[in-house]
Nanobody, 131 residues
Framework: QLYLRESGGGLAQPGGSLTLSCKST???????????VAWFRQAPGKEREAVAS????????DYAGSVKFRFSLSRDNLENAVKLEISDVQPEGTAVYYC?????????????????????WGRGTQVTVCA
């Protein structure tokens, strides 16, 4: 069983930056290095959408077109975490951001992989963008 916990959300100003973290926690928490991980977000009144993903095996990263060049995903094996760095925050970035994982094993995912394809989820962290 893998437990995920997101952190790093809060208030952000347009044009600013913040870093979200997804950590594996709990007594049976495994190494996130063995899981494909994605970040999803759900804005008020909208469907959940994948914004970034990283596969196991080839380590390939994928980003949604709306966030490309502003979002950066990385693994932090020392903290057993996957981090999402967001720069040039936009007002439409107001949403609950969720971390999801698939595994363990070798899994190739991208931002077209549906939410149902992930078997572990965190509870989310709220990001609110306001001037």
């Amino acid at each position: 069983q893998l437990y995920l916990r997101e952190s790093g959300g809060g208030l952000a100003q347009p044009g600013g930056s913040l870093t979200l973290s997804c950590k594996s926690t709990g007594y049976t928490g495994g190494s996130l290095d063995g899981y494909a991980v994605a970040w999803f977000r759900q804005a008020p009144g909208k469907e959940r959408e994948a914004v970034a993903s990283i596969s196991t095996g080839n380590g390939r990263k994928d980003y949604a077109g709306s966030v490309k060049f502003r979002f950066s995903l990385s693994r932090d094996n020392l903290e057993n975490a996957v981090k999402l760095e967001i720069s040039d925050v936009q007002p439409e970035g107001t949403a609950v951001y969720y971390c999801a994982a698939k595994g363990p094993g070798t899994w190739i995912v991208d931002t077209r992989t549906p939410a149902e394809g992930y078997n572990y989820w965190g509870r989310g962290t709220q990001v609110t963008v306001c001037a």
